[in-house]
């Protein structure tokens, strides 16, 4: 009889499928994973640290360091969080609220479209990654028009956003909602119809309705999994109310409904932006705020629906220019430990795709 | 606006049923109460399975170096009803411990798991309380307000 022996393989930090600096370390027994152990924090920069040492306005850019793929709405669950301990919620006035719906949405569909391409490049489908590529840069042009970056916009304002926008950038942005249904629809028979794509994640990393609710899933990751909750519709923040829109739901929560979630996601938010820019008014884009920014003695946790799962801040005042404490609860953080529930049994192949789908940024985990 | 749980019902429930174990926490948020260390498995565990609070996932574990203790700030949110709570347990300065309630969600995990490394609480009983984000031979507990910022 031959003799067999367990084998620990250790994948990452530099390792194409962890998406950053992630490290895991696997014992094999053959194929098949026996234990996972995730090992996290190359990236730890003690941004809530440095947040102490800040002014709440010098914070602002230090978010888009967060979740790199989707700055703008890291900014604005900030910037809310801020608004709600100063209690100026309900001054933020008309044009701001819409354009950060914009922005946000707009932000949403370049974070999606990274997830589409990293997700068929893990499973070695290349050319799925170039067409999400043009689409994301064409949202990412928007964003930096808008605000004058890519990736770290610092767009969003205590009270407000930081620059309007013109006509011509409207118009752009008119081009792109229009072109994006046949580019979604070029990925549903690129990708999602594919039948070989489908063998591959069909029923891999299956996550239940009641095991993604435990391991504290949120996001479309949660919705993946059937339940049917999402920030923008149940819990309203800003001026989303005013907006209608479905929340897609996957059926058994494997990674090939993580995939198509947001995939039909994307869809949503471009049905959100164009309400938008028909409703959108004249008008200023910042409240009236003092220079210096003091909120009063207290504290506030707000939630926002990040591309990724829900974003919160609990900021702590003690009434003066720095917050006493700023906490970032972190979606892709807590998700990523359900990598090791998961991951045991599987094949090592499947652990990467499983990895994949549930779209982890290492800027946001180690923070 | 945010929908809130009914704190004097709640907090009425909780003490009948774990003996007295929790109370109304003013502060500006209006949304607090504050629960007795030694008691919070016990309590989390009735606001996640009595049907009338329906917390079935926690969120943000939140843990704050007040001049006087440490508060570990639990933030809930019902899927179902959509009503916020804020647990809070408030530690001794010395000897910062408190039941881990891993038990109870696993999503508390990595969370208890970085308070224990940034913020040096103890979470008693939970299954790898080890450093996660920091390395394993880091000295002290970077968020605590003795731990000097250095550049």
């Given at each position: 009889m031959l003799k067999t022996q367990e084998l620990t393989l250790n994948m990452g930090p530099q390792h194409p499928s962890t998406h950053g600096v992630f490290r895991c370390v696997l014992n094999l027994d053959g194929e098949y994973i026996t234990k996972v152990v995730n090992h996290t924090g190359y990236l730890h920069r003690g941004l809530e640290k440095l947040a102490e040492a800040r002014t709440y306005t010098q914070f602002i850019p230090y978010n888009g360091r967060l979740d790199y793929c989707s700055g703008m709405m890291n900014e604005l669950a900030y910037v809310m969080t801020v608004e709600k301990l100063m209690g100026i919620t309900e001054e933020i006035p008309e044009r701001a609220q819409y354009l950060r719906v914009i922005m946000s949405e707009l932000q949403r569909i370049a974070s999606h479209t990274i997830y589409v391409a990293s997700f068929s490049l893990d499973i070695a489908g290349f050319t799925g990654f170039m067409y999400a590529f043009r689409d994301r840069d064409r949202a990412l042009d928007l964003i930096e028009a808008a605000?004058?970056?890519?990736?770290?916009?610092?767009?969003?304002?205590?009270?407000?956003?930081?620059?309007?926008?013109?006509?011509?950038?409207?118009?752009?942005?008119?081009?792109?909602?229009?072109?994006?249904?046949?580019?979604?629809?070029?990925?549903?028979?690129?990708?999602?119809?594919?039948?070989?794509?489908?063998?591959?994640?069909?029923?891999?990393?299956?996550?239940?309705?009641?095991?993604?609710?435990?391991?504290?899933?949120?996001?479309?990751?949660?919705?993946?999994?059937?339940?049917?909750?999402?920030?923008?519709?149940?819990?309203?923040?800003?001026?989303?109310?005013?907006?209608?829109?479905?929340?897609?739901?996957?059926?058994?929560?494997?990674?090939?409904?993580?995939?198509?979630?947001?995939?039909?996601?994307?869809?949503?938010?471009?049905?959100?932006?164009?309400?938008?820019?028909?409703?959108?008014?004249?008008?200023?884009?910042?409240?009236?705020?003092?220079?210096?920014?003091?909120?009063?003695?207290?504290?506030?946790?707000?939630?926002?629906?990040?591309?990724?799962?829900?974003l919160g801040f609990h900021i702590v005042s003690d009434g003066s220019t720095k917050p006493y404490r700023t906490r970032i609860y972190s979606p892709c953080f807590v998700s990523l430990g359900f990598f090791p529930i998961v991951a045991k049994g599987q094949h090592l192949m499947d652990a990467v795709v499983t990895l994949a789908s549930i779209d982890i940024v290492l800027g946001e985990v180690d923070r | 606006m945010d929908k809130i749980v009914d704190r004097e019902a709640l907090v009425g429930e909780l003490n009948q049923k774990l003996g007295n174990?929790?109370?109304?926490?003013?502060?500006?948020?209006?949304?607090?109460?504050?629960?007795?260390?030694?008691?919070?498995?016990g309590v989390m565990k009735e606001l996640r399975d009595n049907p009338?609070?329906?917390?079935?996932?926690?969120?943000?574990?939140?843990?704050?170096?007040?001049?006087?203790?440490?508060?570990?700030?639990?933030?809930?949110?019902?899927?179902?009803?959509?009503?916020?709570?804020?647990?809070?347990?408030?530690?001794?300065?010395?000897?910062?411990?408190?039941?881990?309630?891993?038990?109870?969600?696993?999503?508390?995990?990595?969370?208890?798991?970085?308070?224990?490394?940034?913020?040096?609480?103890?979470?008693?009983?939970?299954?790898?309380?080890?450093?996660?984000?920091l390395a394993d031979d880091w000295v002290g507990h970077p968020l605590r307000k003795d731990f000097k910022l250095q550049a």
């Open positions: 605000s004058g970056q890519r990736m770290m916009p610092n767009y969003m304002r205590i009270g407000g956003v930081a620059a309007d926008v013109d006509e011509n950038w409207f118009s752009q942005l008119q081009k792109l909602l229009d072109d994006m249904p046949a580019s979604l629809d070029e990925y549903d028979g690129l990708i999602t119809g594919n039948e070989i794509f489908q063998a591959r994640v069909k029923n891999v990393g299956i996550v239940t309705r009641e095991m993604a609710l435990d391991i504290g899933f949120s996001g479309p990751n949660l919705r993946a999994s059937g339940v049917d909750h999402d920030l923008r519709r149940d819990e309203p923040y800003g001026i989303y109310d005013r907006f209608k829109f479905d929340v897609p739901l996957g059926e058994q929560g494997d990674t090939f409904d993580r995939f198509v979630v947001r995939i039909k996601e994307m869809r949503q938010s471009v049905n959100i932006i164009k309400q938008a820019i028909k409703d959108i008014p004249e008008g200023p884009i910042m409240a009236k705020v003092p220079k210096v920014i003091k909120p009063p003695v207290g504290e506030a946790f707000h939630c926002i629906e990040n591309s990724k799962g829900h | 174990c929790a109370e109304i926490f003013e502060d500006n948020t209006n949304q607090s109460i504050k629960v007795k260390p030694e008691k919070i498995v009338k609070y329906d917390f079935k996932a926690l969120m943000n574990l939140s843990s704050v170096d007040y001049p006087e203790n440490f508060t570990v700030v639990y933030h809930l949110n019902s899927i179902s009803y959509y009503h916020k709570l804020t647990v809070k347990v408030e530690l001794d300065k010395a000897k910062p411990e408190v039941q881990s309630i891993t038990s109870v969600w696993t999503a508390a995990n990595v969370q208890e798991r970085e308070a224990y490394d940034l913020m040096g609480i103890i979470f008693t009983g939970h299954p790898n309380l080890k450093r996660i984000l």
